[in-house]
């Protein structure tokens, strides 16, 4: 007992006889310091004595589903920080390829008695996954958010980017400098991202630039998503001769300019390519990527707000709650190169 009383003290950075006048249910400790003991006691997995069970639980999970994408770090950053800034601690969840599934992470966090859970890019944004899981815990009941992957059927608070106006916006500052072979790569068509993405450049190629629905799909390559799953996507797209490459994540848009440079073909000289998500560092790639910036902080303070809302029974919005994206603009992207000989050769008035 001496041992578990020393771990919880670290944890908690309090004094082993405050973790005994907690445990005990004994006066003399300020709130604070009691749910830091109790904070401690849910982080280190030892159980609450019952009769401490009742009072304020303060741990709310968060699901993303890897570190690998500086965006989830970016994500988990702003959540945790808003969190602790609300009273709560969050337990991050992080997914690998052969590890620990999104339900087993939810039936840790209920084992932990979470307040609530926020959701990160996860499984509501595959549309095969059974969607029954979220019911089930709302009908607990359990508050959930969830975010980027906005599927019907579920009676939570969704936050997602404007995934389609982003594969509009990119279409139209390609087709702006003279483009007029483009082409989109992204991940798997069952994500519904992916799925917006997808509908925001098709409507927008065929607007922009008159080409025929059913050429559209030629010019789309659908991969893993990741540096490698770009790398090969973009080869496929260079060898149908396209001048611009639209990509679904600033990670994907990296394996395309690798891709290009490997064909020894300069960016954005020979071929543009813009990125999606913003994601950090990339202001200082070489060359620096043009991208569609998701406004992270934005949507992790309102995916947070509504979890709180949640959690306090006052109840929030259930509509999808739609942020705008923002095409930045760097050196990736270039006049055409047809369109750039053309304007040479064009004798000034």
């Given at each position: 007992m001496r041992a578990r009383m020393a771990d919880i003290a670290r944890q908690a950075q309090v004094s082993?006889?405050?973790?005994?006048?907690?445990?005990?249910?004994?006066?003399?400790?300020?709130?604070?310091?009691?749910?830091?003991?109790?904070?401690?006691?849910?982080?280190?997995?030892?159980?609450?004595?019952?009769?401490?069970?009742?009072?304020?639980?303060?741990?709310?999970?968060?699901?993303?589903?890897?570190?690998?994408?500086?965006?989830?770090?970016?994500?988990?950053?702003?959540?945790?920080?808003?969190?602790?800034?609300?009273?709560?601690?969050?337990?991050?969840?992080?997914?690998?390829?052969?590890?620990?599934?999104?339900?087993?992470?939810?039936?840790?966090?209920?084992?932990?008695?979470?307040?609530?859970?926020?959701?990160?890019?996860?499984?509501?944004?595959?549309?095969?996954?059974?969607?029954?899981?979220?019911?089930?815990?709302?009908?607990?009941?359990?508050?959930?958010?969830?975010?980027?992957?906005?599927?019907?059927?579920?009676?939570?608070?969704?936050?997602?980017?404007?995934?389609?106006?982003?594969?509009?916006?990119?279409?139209?500052?390609?087709?702006?400098?003279?483009?007029?072979?483009?082409?989109?790569?992204?991940?798997?068509?069952?994500?519904?991202?992916?799925?917006?993405?997808?509908?925001?450049?098709?409507?927008?190629?065929?607007r922009e630039l008159g080409v025929p629905a059913a050429e559209v799909d030629d010019l789309v390559e659908l991969t893993l998503f990741g540096v490698e799953g770009g790398e090969v996507a973009a080869e496929r797209l260079l060898n149908k001769g396209v001048t611009g490459i639209i990509c679904g994540s600033d990670l994907m848009a990296l394996g395309a300019i690798r891709a290009a440079r490997r064909r020894g073909m300069t960016v954005p000289t020979e071929v543009s390519i813009i990125g999606f998500d913003d994601s950090p560092l990339m202001a200082f790639t070489d060359p620096p990527l043009t991208t569609l910036r998701q406004p992270v902080s934005s949507m992790a303070v309102a995916a947070v707000r509504s979890l709180v809302d949640e959690i306090n029974g006052h109840g929030s919005d259930r509509s999808e709650y739609l942020f705008r994206p923002e095409l930045v603009v760097r050196n990736s992207t270039a006049m055409a190169p047809a369109h750039r000989a053309l304007t040479a050769n064009t004798p000034a008035a």
């Open positions: 082993e006889a405050t973790v005994s006048r907690v445990i005990n249910d004994r006066p003399g400790v300020s709130p604070e310091t009691r749910q830091a003991v109790l904070t401690a006691l849910d982080v280190l997995g030892y159980e609450r004595p019952e009769r401490l069970r009742k009072r304020s639980a303060g741990l709310v999970g968060l699901v993303v589903p890897e570190l690998d994408n500086p965006i989830f770090p970016a994500f988990a950053q702003v959540i945790e920080s808003t969190l602790a800034q609300s009273g709560y601690t969050p337990v991050l969840c992080t997914q690998s390829p052969g590890g620990v599934t999104e339900d087993e992470y939810v039936e840790m966090l209920l084992d932990r008695q979470v307040s609530g859970i926020v959701f990160v890019s996860g499984l509501h944004a595959d549309t095969t996954a059974d969607v029954e899981r979220y019911r089930r815990l709302l009908a607990r009941p359990l508050p959930i958010v969830l975010v980027n992957g906005h599927t019907n059927g579920i009676d939570a608070p969704f936050v997602s980017c404007d995934e389609q106006l982003a594969g509009d916006l990119a279409v139209g500052h390609l087709a702006s400098l003279g483009h007029r072979r483009i082409g989109m790569i992204s991940g798997p068509h069952r994500f519904s991202p992916v799925q917006r993405k997808l509908a925001g450049y098709r409507v927008a190629i065929q």
